[in-house]
């Protein structure tokens, strides 16, 4: 079974901190997904990679960053955290479709 | 750019009732998959059922099957003899069958199953 795996279930950071969303899967694949759920607005994505040290902007990219120096790790990187950034953090992999396999998801909370 | 458009925000239903789940999207693609996502509330993620569009026969997959009519670009999901673990929220979703693909989301719908 793939398995992609977000590093924390719940996270509580303080306003102005750095924050690293880690995400590792185990299936080789190439694309990797950062999204972000919240309620009625679905899910968003906020950065994509293809590749090893390649990423794209997706559609909401604004206060993020993203790292991946490793093909199974893909970082999600809040440089000043901020209190609209609370929501629920997924991440995905795939190889292309037609399918994409998610994590368990991240419930962030800044305050 | 791709849209997907879920217009009923909640639902409710009693057990062992049917109930559909509506969903739209816009694309000018001709190759694409739309997706069916259940997200109980463990959060995580399960593909439900998954239609090509280049088939014209509607996707099936034991109690849930989907009326998707390309023209239209609908997509509905149809749950039969709803049981309470269908308790979860529902997405539907958009890939294009084209290289290094996202999937567009739409807003998704709650749907409550009652005992």
């Known amino acids: 079974d793939v398995k992609v795996t977000q590093s924390s279930r719940y996270l509580v950071k303080r306003t102005g901190e750095k924050v690293f969303l880690e995400c590792v899967q185990d299936m080789d694949h190439e694309n990797m997904f950062w999204y972000r759920q919240d309620p009625g607005l679905g899910l968003r994505l906020i950065y994509f990679?293809?590749?090893?040290?390649?990423?794209e902007k997706g559609d909401i990219p604004e206060g993020y960053s993203v790292s991946r120096e490793k093909k199974e790790r893909f970082s999600l990187i809040l440089e000043s955290a901020s209190t609209n950034q609370t929501s629920m953090y997924l991440c995905?992999?795939?190889?292309?479709?037609?399918?994409?396999?998610f994590g368990q998801g991240t419930r962030l909370t800044v305050v | 750019a791709q849209t997907v458009t879920q217009s009923q925000p909640e639902m409710s239903v009693q057990e062992a009732e049917t109930v559909t789940l509506s969903c739209t999207y816009d694309?000018?693609?001709?190759?694409?998959?739309l997706f069916w996502y259940k997200q109980p509330p463990s959060r995580q993620m399960i593909l439900v059922i998954r239609q090509e569009a280049y088939k014209q026969q509607n996707a099936t997959e034991n109690r849930f099957s989907v009326n998707f009519q390309k023209a239209a670009k609908s997509f509905s999901l149809k749950i039969s003899d709803s049981q309470l673990g269908d308790t979860a929220m529902y997405f539907c979703a958009f890939m294009r069958d084209f290289g290094n693909e996202k999937l567009t989301f739409g807003t998704g719908t709650r749907l409550t199953i009652i005992p």
């Open positions: 995905a992999s795939s190889f292309g479709p037609p399918e994409a396999f």
């Open positions: 990679s293809y590749d090893v040290k390649m990423k």
């Open positions: 694309t000018s693609e001709n190759n694409y998959y």
